[in-house]
């Protein structure tokens, strides 16, 4: 790998004639080629420190012949490590397979069935106050004390080992059939029956049990417990073995993660091509226009079809995807959930807008003023309330098998 590097950068800088040091040129262009994989805040860093820009991809001509070049340098030959990254999503697949197991099973057998545990709430006093149901229904052996996670109150804790597929219960709550914009402790469940949905509000702890304590995983790392919804219920079953002391996670769904401003899509799964480089940093600006973030307007796109408006956030990654025939460009999503907080790492392009001669000297025409600034930002996009935003709905949905 290290010798791959060398023979590239030899060539480039063999090719970098009316570039200064670290660029090449690419027709009218002067590129820097960063194929070490990087986070993406990282990468405006790096270019920053080289005195440049991320590209500004503005023409047809201009993005053909910067994917020309990587092809002809066969950048997409060499291989990046992702196996961290395709472990999790088999896990995450595995855990939707076991899901759909388990919930086969309690449908036959309920919680009489051999092969899973059950645990039970805790018996209720004849004599309590109602607002201390939730509380009181806390199985022996976990408690409910403040969370890990500051500001996010009380969480739900084990004070023994918990081995893996272990059924924590049933979610408990006041039905109803609408959803309420006040209904953070409510998941969506599918009618059995007939068509619809319904809602288990456990917002009143007066109504529910001690698993409306368990707070929404921030990361892959906390996530342990997943919300299976089976035969009209909502049922917790643990993903991995839980050591005593831990606290407990469940992944409340994708409504809820838009309130909590939680994305949780895998690279994985989202990236579709063989190779994958990351050019620009997108944004919108407070007339709700795409632009780079030297503030240019986005006029010439290459989206893939299918992701041409799938932008989740008010920042992302303008990635130049390769599928071994064609380029397309792909927002880049915040996968922070599965990466960790340095984001994907991938490899980048600089450009070096300054105007240079055919002998590699600045233009005696150029200003400071006539370069793009990489350092600006734009005011927030307002996104409007998604449906269902802040309602709680299982990503493993089990059909009622007559």
Same mark, same amino acid.
């Given at each position: 790998m290290q010798l791959l590097y060398l023979v590239i950068f030899v060539f480039i800088d063999l090719a970098s004639a009316g570039c200064r040091d670290g660029f090449v040129r690419v027709k009218d262009w002067c590129f820097s080629f960063n194929l070490r994989p990087t986070g993406l805040q990282e990468t405006t860093n790096q270019c920053e420190?080289?005195?440049a820009g991320l590209v500004t991809l503005d023409s047809a001509e201009k993005e053909r012949a910067l994917t020309q070049f990587i092809e002809d340098m066969r950048f997409f030959g060499i291989q990046q490590d992702r196996s961290d990254l395709q472990r999790s999503l088999q896990?995450?697949? =595995? /855990?939707?397979?076991?899901?759909?197991?388990?919930?086969?099973?309690?449908?036959?057998?309920?919680?009489? &069935?051999? &092969?899973?545990?059950?645990i039970k709430n805790a018996k209720i006093p004849l004599h309590f106050d109602p607002e201390e149901r939730a509380n009181l229904t806390t199985p022996e052996g976990f408690r409910i004390e403040l969370s890990? #996670?500051?500001?996010?109150?009380?969480?739900?804790? /084990?004070?023994?080992?918990?081995?893996?597929?272990?059924?924590?219960? %049933?979610?408990?709550?006041? /039905?109803?059939?609408?959803?309420?914009?006040? @209904?953070?402790? &409510?998941?969506?469940?599918?009618?059995?029956? %007939?068509?619809?949905?319904?809602? #288990? @509000?456990?917002?009143?702890? !007066?109504? %529910?049990?001690?698993?409306?304590?368990?707070?929404? !995983?921030? =990361?892959?790392?906390?996530?342990?417990? *997943? !919300? *299976?919804a089976c035969a009209g219920?909502?049922?917790?079953m643990t993903t991995r073995d839980i050591e005593p002391g831990s606290e407990m996670f469940v992944w409340y769904g994708d409504g809820y993660g838009d309130y909590l401003k939680i994305n949780r899509v895998h690279p994985e799964s989202d990236l579709q091509g063989i190779f994958n480089i990351r050019a620009s940093i997108l %944004?919108?600006?407070? @007339?709700?226009?795409?632009?780079?973030?030297?503030? /240019?307007?986005?006029?010439?796109?290459?989206?893939?079809?299918?992701? !041409?408006?799938?932008?989740? @956030?008010?920042?992302?990654?303008?990635?130049?995807?390769?599928?071994?025939?064609?380029?397309?460009?792909?927002?880049?999503k915040d996968y922070r959930y599965f990466t960790g907080p340095e984001g994907l790492h991938l490899p980048y392009v600089c450009e070096d807008k300054t105007t240079y001669n055919e002998?590699?000297?600045?233009?005696?025409?150029?200003?400071e003023e006539d370069e793009? &600034?990489?350092?600006?930002?734009?005011?927030?996009?307002?996104?409007p309330p998604l449906p269902g935003q802040g309602l709680l709905q299982p990503d493993v949905v089990c059909d009622h098998i007559v």
């Open positions: 420190s080289q005195g896990e995450l697949v =595995n /855990t939707d397979n076991d899901a759909a197991r388990f919930c086969e099973d309690f449908q036959k057998y309920g919680e009489k &069935s051999k &092969s899973y545990t059950f890990t #996670i500051p500001g996010a109150g009380f969480g739900g804790f /084990t004070e023994r080992f918990v081995p893996k597929h272990t059924i924590l219960g %049933s979610y408990e709550g006041l /039905t109803h059939l609408h959803h309420r914009e006040d @209904d953070l402790y &409510s998941w969506q469940v599918e009618k059995v029956d %007939s068509e619809g949905v319904y809602m #288990i @509000d456990a917002g009143s702890p !007066a109504h %529910s049990n001690w698993l409306r304590w368990l707070n929404c !995983a921030g =990361n892959v790392e906390q996530e342990n417990v *997943v !919300a *299976v219920l909502i049922l917790y %944004s919108f600006d407070e @007339d709700d226009r795409t632009v780079y973030s030297d503030g /240019t307007p986005v006029t010439f796109t290459n989206w893939v079809p299918e992701a !041409a408006s799938d932008f989740v @956030d008010n920042e992302f990654g303008l990635v130049l995807t390769y599928n071994g025939s064609n380029w397309k460009w792909f927002p880049e002998d590699g000297v600045i233009d005696p025409e150029y200003t793009d &600034s990489v350092t600006e930002r734009f005011p927030e996009k307002v996104v």
